[in-house]
C-alpha cells in the first residue's frame, strides 16, 4: 500500500470518520443480563450437527441425485441386451481349420495346457473309430467294407525345428473322400448324456445298414 | 475488589478479575465499555439494527460464558471485536442464503421485502439523520464483505493495522490491501456524493 493512497482515498476516509456512532439501546444491558439469567444462550451447534445442516446437504444431494440418474440413463442405453437367438454363433477355433495339427508333448516333457487339449483330441478321434469298428455288427461283412468302415489315417511327421512336437494329421474318408471344412458350418457344440450317446450309436448303427443295404443292391 | 476501584481498571485486568473471582461488576463495566463500538461496528457491517443488537448481545454472552477461553497475552479488544466479528459473518451469510432461498429473490423487484413494519425504537434512524449517512451506509453495504469489514475497523472504528490483522486473522500486508480496495469501492460507489 502506497503512503499515498490514504491521500487519495482521503474524501472516503473523512466521510466514514465524519458518520454518526450508532449506539446500543439503553435497556441493552438489562436484556443482555436477563438472556444471561435466564439461560436463554444461542444453541451451539455440534460439529456434526453443522455438516449436517439441511442447506449445506444441497449441493452434495443435487450432486448424488444427478448422479444417479445419469448412471440409470447410461445404463437403459447401453443395456440393451441382444437377443441369442438373433446372433451369429461363437466359432470354434479348434473346429474351425480343415486339418487339425496337433502339437504333441514329446518324451515326457512338461506338457503345455494346449498341448494337453490337442493330444486328448487326437486320442479322441481315435477312440471313436475303435468304437465304430467295435459296434459294427459281426455278421454283417460287405465285400466292400473298407470303404464304408470308419478309418483314421494318421500321418505324423516331425514338427518345424524343434524335435519336441510332433505333426499328427487326421483326415476320415468313411462317407466322402472330400476333406469336410467345418469352418462356416452353424453348430454348437452339445454335451451328450450317456442314453443319448447310446441313441446316437443305434443311429448310426442303423445308417451303416442302410448304406450296406444300398451298396448290395 | 470495592466497585470504585473497578472502574479504573484496564479491560485485561477486569476480564482477569471476572475469571479469576467471577466478578459480574467487571464483566458489565466491559459490557458498558464496549456495546457501543461493537454496536457501531456490527451495524455497520450488517445495516440491520435488529440483527445487529442480537449479534452484540450473543458477542457479549459468548464473553460470559467463555471466559475462561481468554488469554491475558491478547488485548480484550481484539478478543471481543473477533467473536463480534464472526458471530456478524455468520449473521451476514445466514441472511444472504435466506434472501436467496426466500419467495423476494424469484421475485421481479428485488428490494421489495415482507416484513411486518416494526415502529418500535430505532436509533439507527436516529444517528443516520443526514441523507449523507445514509448513502454511505448503502454504499457500505455494496462493498465486497471482506473488503468492507476492513474500511469500517480502521475508518470507523480507528483501529490500526496490526490490530485488524490480529482480529481477522490475516497478515498486515493484506489487510493494508483489502482496505485500499473497499475504499476503492467506496469511492466508485460515492463519486455522485464527491461531484457535489
Given at each position: 500500500?502506497?503512503p499515498?493512497d490514504?491521500m487519495?482515498?482521503?474524501d472516503v476516509v473523512?466521510?466514514?470518520?465524519?458518520?454518526q456512532?450508532?449506539?446500543?439501546?439503553?435497556?441493552?444491558?438489562?436484556d443482555?443480563?436477563?438472556r444471561?439469567?435466564?439461560g436463554?444462550?444461542p444453541?451451539?451447534?455440534?460439529?456434526?450437527?453443522k455438516i449436517f445442516?439441511p442447506y449445506?446437504?444441497?449441493?452434495s444431494?443435487?450432486?448424488?441425485?444427478?448422479?444417479?440418474?445419469?448412471?440409470?440413463?447410461l445404463?437403459?442405453?447401453g443395456?440393451?441386451?441382444?437377443?441369442?437367438?438373433?446372433?451369429?454363433?461363437?466359432?470354434?477355433?479348434?473346429?474351425?481349420?480343415?486339418?487339425?495339427?496337433?502339437?504333441?508333448?514329446?518324451?515326457?516333457?512338461?506338457?503345455?495346457?494346449d498341448?494337453?487339449?490337442t493330444?486328448?483330441?487326437?486320442?479322441?478321434?481315435?477312440?471313436i473309430?475303435d468304437?465304430?469298428?467295435?459296434?459294427k455288427?459281426?455278421?454283417?461283412?460287405?465285400?466292400?467294407?473298407?470303404?464304408?468302415?470308419?478309418?483314421?489315417?494318421?500321418?505324423?511327421?516331425?514338427?518345424?525345428?524343434?524335435?519336441?512336437?510332433?505333426?499328427?494329421?487326421?483326415?476320415?474318408?468313411?462317407?466322402?473322400?472330400?476333406?469336410?471344412?467345418?469352418a462356416?458350418?452353424?453348430?454348437?457344440?452339445?454335451?451328450?448324456?450317456?442314453?443319448?450317446?447310446?441313441?446316437?450309436?443305434?443311429?448310426?448303427?442303423?445308417?451303416e445298414?442302410?448304406f450296406?443295404?444300398?451298396?448290395?443292391? | 475488589?470495592?466497585?470504585?476501584?473497578?472502574?479504573?481498571?484496564?479491560?485485561?485486568?477486569?476480564?482477569?478479575?471476572?475469571?479469576?473471582?467471577?466478578t459480574?461488576?467487571?464483566?458489565?463495566?466491559l459490557?458498558?465499555?464496549y456495546?457501543?463500538?461493537l454496536?457501531?461496528?456490527?451495524?455497520?457491517?450488517?445495516?440491520?439494527?435488529e440483527?445487529?443488537?442480537?449479534?452484540?448481545?450473543?458477542?457479549?454472552?459468548?464473553?460470559?460464558?467463555?471466559?475462561?477461553?481468554?488469554?491475558?497475552?491478547?488485548?480484550?479488544?481484539?478478543?471481543?471485536?473477533?467473536i463480534?466479528?464472526?458471530?456478524?459473518r455468520?449473521?451476514?451469510q445466514?441472511r444472504?442464503?435466506?434472501k436467496?432461498?426466500?419467495?423476494?429473490?424469484?421475485?421481479?423487484?428485488k428490494?421489495?421485502?415482507?416484513?411486518?413494519?416494526?415502529?418500535?425504537?430505532?436509533?439507527?434512524?436516529?444517528?443516520?439523520?443526514g441523507?449523507?449517512?445514509?448513502?454511505?451506509?448503502?454504499?457500505?453495504?455494496k462493498?465486497?464483505?471482506?473488503?468492507?469489514?476492513?474500511?469500517?475497523?480502521?475508518?470507523?472504528?480507528?483501529?490500526?493495522?496490526?490490530?485488524?490483522?490480529?482480529?481477522?486473522?490475516?497478515?498486515?500486508?493484506?489487510?493494508?490491501?483489502?482496505?485500499?480496495?473497499?475504499?476503492?469501492q467506496?469511492?466508485?460507489?460515492?463519486?455522485?456524493?464527491y461531484?457535489e
Amino acid at each position: 500500500m502506497n503512503p499515498n493512497d490514504d491521500m487519495k482515498y482521503q474524501d472516503v476516509v473523512n466521510n466514514l470518520k465524519q458518520m454518526q456512532q450508532v449506539k446500543a439501546p439503553s435497556g441493552f444491558e438489562a436484556d443482555l443480563m436477563r438472556r444471561i439469567n435466564s439461560g436463554r444462550y444461542p444453541a451451539e451447534n455440534s460439529y456434526r450437527r453443522k455438516i449436517f445442516l439441511p442447506y449445506r446437504l444441497i449441493p452434495s444431494a443435487a450432486l448424488a441425485l444427478t448422479a444417479i440418474l445419469l448412471i440409470f440413463v447410461l445404463n437403459n442405453n447401453g443395456t440393451t441386451q441382444d437377443n441369442p437367438l438373433l446372433q451369429a454363433p461363437r466359432e470354434r477355433e479348434d473346429s474351425a481349420t480343415k486339418t487339425k495339427t496337433a502339437l504333441v508333448s514329446s518324451e515326457g516333457q512338461s506338457v503345455s495346457k494346449d498341448e494337453l487339449s490337442t493330444s486328448r483330441e487326437i486320442s479322441g478321434g481315435q477312440k471313436i473309430a475303435d468304437n465304430l469298428r467295435q459296434d459294427k455288427p459281426a455278421g454283417n461283412s460287405a465285400p466292400n467294407k473298407e470303404n464304408f468302415s470308419p478309418t483314421v489315417k494318421g500321418n505324423i511327421s516331425p514338427a518345424g525345428n524343434s524335435d519336441r512336437f510332433i505333426t499328427a494329421n487326421f483326415t476320415s474318408n468313411r462317407i466322402t473322400d472330400y476333406p469336410v471344412s467345418k469352418a462356416g458350418l452353424n453348430f454348437r457344440q452339445i454335451n451328450l448324456s450317456t442314453e443319448q450317446k447310446v441313441q446316437l450309436s443305434r443311429l448310426k448303427e442303423r445308417l451303416e445298414l442302410m448304406f450296406n443295404e444300398r451298396s448290395k443292391q | 475488589m470495592a466497585d470504585n476501584n473497578l472502574d479504573e481498571l484496564t479491560d485485561e485486568e477486569l476480564i482477569l478479575e471476572f475469571q479469576q473471582n467471577n466478578t459480574v461488576r467487571a464483566f458489565e463495566i466491559l459490557v458498558e465499555r464496549y456495546k457501543n463500538p461493537l454496536t457501531n461496528y456490527v451495524f455497520r457491517f450488517l445495516g440491520d439494527y435488529e440483527a445487529c443488537m442480537d449479534v452484540v448481545q450473543d458477542a457479549f454472552i459468548k464473553v460470559y460464558r467463555y471466559k475462561d477461553s481468554y488469554s491475558s497475552i491478547a488485548k480484550f479488544s481484539t478478543w471481543i471485536y473477533t467473536i463480534a466479528g464472526n458471530l456478524a459473518r455468520t449473521e451476514y451469510q445466514r441472511r444472504r442464503r435466506r434472501k436467496f432461498f426466500s419467495i423476494n429473490a424469484f421475485g421481479e423487484d428485488k428490494d421489495e421485502t415482507y416484513d411486518i413494519p416494526d415502529e418500535s425504537y430505532r436509533p439507527d434512524q436516529i444517528t443516520d439523520s443526514g441523507i449523507k449517512d445514509e448513502i454511505i451506509q448503502n454504499a457500505i453495504q455494496k462493498v465486497s464483505p471482506a473488503y468492507r469489514e476492513m474500511v469500517i475497523l480502521r475508518d470507523i472504528q480507528q483501529l490500526s493495522y496490526e490490530e485488524i490483522a490480529e482480529i481477522t486473522g490475516i497478515t498486515v500486508g493484506t489487510v493494508k490491501s483489502r482496505i485500499n480496495r473497499g475504499r476503492a469501492q467506496l469511492q466508485k460507489l460515492l463519486k455522485d456524493i464527491y461531484r457535489e
